[in-house]
């Protein structure tokens, strides 16, 4: 079993930036794949960014060139650093890590843009 701790949310005023944080209880380098996923209340979660075990990314098309996701195998750490931040990025963030045919979830971080 893997543990994913979150941490970095908050409140931003939209332009700025903030930086996620998900600590793991396992060496990262083995998982399979990460990611980061957001879901706005009333709205289904949708994928923000992935990477490969081998470090490629993927971002959803909104956050292009905004975000960032990112790891640290020494911390066992995975992080998404976020500029620009617009009002509608708003939502509760989750990272994900697959180990195999397991899929593991971190407890969540509220990321508030104002306006």
């Known amino acids: 079993q893997v543990q994913l701790v979150e941490s970095g949310g908050g409140l931003v005023q939209a332009g700025g930036s903030l930086r996620l944080s998900c600590a793991a209880s396992r060496n990262i380098f083995s998982a399979n794949a990460m990611g980061w996923y957001r879901q706005a209340p009333g709205k289904q979660r949708e994928l923000v960014a992935t990477?490969?075990?081998?470090?490629?990314?993927t971002y959803a098309d909104s956050v292009k060139g905004r975000f960032t996701i990112s790891r640290d195998g020494a911390k066992n750490t995975m992080y998404l650093q976020m500029n620009s931040l617009r009002p509608e990025d708003t939502a509760t963030y989750y990272c994900n890590q697959e180990w195999g045919a397991w899929a593991y979830w971190g407890q969540g971080t509220q990321v508030t843009v104002s306006s």
């Open positions: 990477m490969s075990s081998g470090g490629s990314t």
